[in-house]
């Protein structure tokens, strides 16, 4: 008797439960659910303060990912908690809301330092170059290329340069980096668990923020200037350089030789809207996970990792690699080792293609002492006087510079090699014993074949 009444009651509330939503039993049924909301995002924020003791207490090292990771999840329960209190009684959460406020304010100056806008030209012809890195506004490897091409025309493709205040404008200018610092901190940082899914949603990300409108203008400006320029069938081909910067602007020391950044090629006479959309992919590559990892390694904030873009118009056809005027184990040996493929600098970079190596004496007539060959196509396009043409140009620039030079090189379809990139090697210091062991050890310079 007792349960068919249970059972009747339960079903007509069933039934009838919207039209007793301001029943005190549907009240109370609300605020209880509420308050166990409540409860439960305290329960979180405790934990979270728990790790935050840990982590200040204990004697393992921490960086500043991990305190704008905790401070984020304590920002989040607390702003929870409020939101929960404030569905139980309206009327006094003001008050915690304006010092969550406060809070916020006074814990971001501290932990996200506000990046300022870099001030100067947004694009620069490449013979400028050497004046932007002077202002830190492009790294030595452009500035490099920019002389060089000033000199000598016909060894350096045109091109222009989108400066670090240029890059800087769409992660700084449009309120981007935000949402960037929380992406980084919703996944703990730059861990090699979750770097390649970080990776894709902060390259997404740039990809979806629009590029000012300065930057657009003066890039468009500079695309029709180039077209006038080059009006054959030609390719403008993106090559992004990273490199760190300290906060005073000053370039750091050592022999950082930076991260190379390819952005995908389109051709000069496209429209600009898929050009602008090749630009836009190449800033995104500075989100791609080897870029973060470089960044993660050297400690480096958004703001010290600066970009700047060099836009080079190239022959249609034309193909590439690289080319070392020395062997980093060997400084001794006799050799400039050459890299190509058959396809530009970037498809080898990328593993895209096979690549062949071919080694090429240091002195004139540049005869090849040994070859690798990966693709037998690429033995026809690429002849020995192809060969002695590079290593020529790579120690000119070597006797030049007075150092080994690793360059990029390319060659068009009517026979000219032109520099896309050239910047000393990055070679370990050996004693004077060590360097007379391996060359006694080694009756050759040629290096193995790459895998």
Known sequence: MFLSKFFKRF??????????????????????????????????????????????????????????????????????????????????????YERFDHLQTAVASEVYPHVQLLEGPYIIPLEEAGRAAEAHLADKSTARLGELRRQSPDVVPDGFVVTAAGCMSLFAGTGMLEEMNRRIQAAGGYLPETLQDLSESLSELTESTPLPDRLVEEFCAALAEM????????????????????????????????????????????????????????????QQAQALVYRRARGLME???????????????????????????????????????????????????????????RTPPYKVSARCMHDAEDGSSFSDQAAADVAALAMELENMSGCPQSMVWLRTPSGRTQVLMARPMVIKARTQEEREDEAESRADDNLPAPL
């Open 11 to 96: 079903t007509s509330d069933k039934k009838g439960s919207s039209a007793s939503d301001g029943s005190p039993e549907h009240t109370f049924a609300v605020r209880h659910h509420r308050f166990k909301l409540f409860l439960t995002a305290w329960n979180k924020f405790q934990e979270n303060m728990t790790s935050l003791e840990y982590t200040l207490c204990c004697d393992h090292p921490f960086g500043l990912h991990r305190v704008r990771a905790l401070c984020t999840s304590v920002a989040t329960q607390v702003y929870q908690c409020i939101q929960h209190l404030e569905r139980l009684n309206p009327s006094q959460c003001k008050a915690l």
């Open 303 to 361: 703001a010290n990792a600066r970009i700047c873009i060099t836009c080079l118009a190239v022959e249609e056809d034309s193909f590439g690699g690289m080319a070392h005027t020395a062997n980093p184990i060997d400084l001794k040996g006799g050799n400039v080792h050459i890299y190509f493929c058959n396809g530009l600098p970037q498809d080898m970079e990328y593993s895209l293609v096979p690549v062949n190596v071919m080694h090429v004496s």
């Open 227 to 286: 077209r006038k320029k080059c009006p054959g069938e030609m390719r403008l081909l993106f090559k992004g350089r990273l490199w760190p910067c300290m906060d005073d602007g000053e370039d750091t020391p050592g022999t950082d030789p930076g991260l190379l950044v390819w952005g995908p090629t389109v051709s000069l006479h496209a429209s600009d809207m898929d050009i602008l959309a090749s630009l836009h992919t190449t800033l995104a590559r500075k």
